[in-house]
């Protein structure tokens, strides 16, 4: 059990969680290198937007997503120019889901307001509008096993989380 909560911590980026959820060390391994071709050989020419090259992303996922699931996926970017997001987090229901390697899974109840959803659990404060982009998603089988196994607790040993924020590391 400590080497899979260990590979989770360690090991699953929070575009991997955001995109395809986690399962297994070698499945988020190989979706964040899909991610990377993905950002590496993006055309500036293309001139996606922002959104549209979100969603490109989230296409990547090759995951089963369950219909009667909405759940939105948020991403950061620094540069309206740059391909990939920094940071990705996901709002399912009531609560804003993040990682980074090095964390746990968090959970924080979505702020009341439009700037609710550029707080993610593992950022300290709110992130500009203007780089702040959500599209609309459903959750994936492994990111639904994930939250059904759940059990959150305030406090998480080494970390230190925003108040309100809940940790859950996967058994």
């Given amino acids: 059990?400590?080497?899979?909560?260990?590979?989770?911590?360690?090991?699953?980026?929070?575009?991997?969680?955001?995109?395809?959820?986690?399962?297994?060390?070698?499945?988020?391994?190989?979706?964040?290198?899909?991610?990377?071709?993905?950002?590496?050989?993006?055309d500036q020419a293309q001139q996606l937007n922002r959104a549209q090259r979100l969603q490109a992303i989230d296409n990547l996922?090759?995951?089963?997503?369950?219909?009667?699931?909405?759940?939105?996926?948020?991403?950061?970017?620094?540069?309206?120019?740059?391909?990939?997001p920094d940071h990705m987090w996901?709002?399912?229901?009531?609560?804003?889901?993040?990682t980074m390697p090095g964390w746990p899974l968090v959970r924080k109840p979505l702020p009341a307001g439009p700037a609710g959803r550029r707080s993610p659990g593992c950022v300290n404060g709110v992130y500009p509008h203007a780089k702040v982009v959500s599209i609309a998603s459903l959750l994936t089988v492994y990111q639904q096993n994930v939250l059904n196994a759940a059990a959150f607790t305030l406090h998480h040993a080494g970390v230190a989380l925003n108040p309100g924020t809940l940790a859950y590391m996967p058994p």
């Fill in 61 to 84: 996922s090759a995951t089963q997503t369950i219909a009667a699931q909405a759940t939105i996926i948020c991403g950061y970017f620094q540069n309206a120019v740059d391909p990939l």
């Fill in 1 to 42: 059990m400590a080497a899979v909560v260990s590979s989770f911590r360690d090991g699953c980026s929070c575009r991997v969680w955001a995109i395809d959820g986690w399962q297994t060390e070698a499945i988020a391994a190989a979706m964040n290198v899909s991610f990377q071709n993905w950002g590496t050989n993006y």
């Fill in 90 to 98: 996901l709002i399912h229901g009531n609560f804003i889901y993040d």
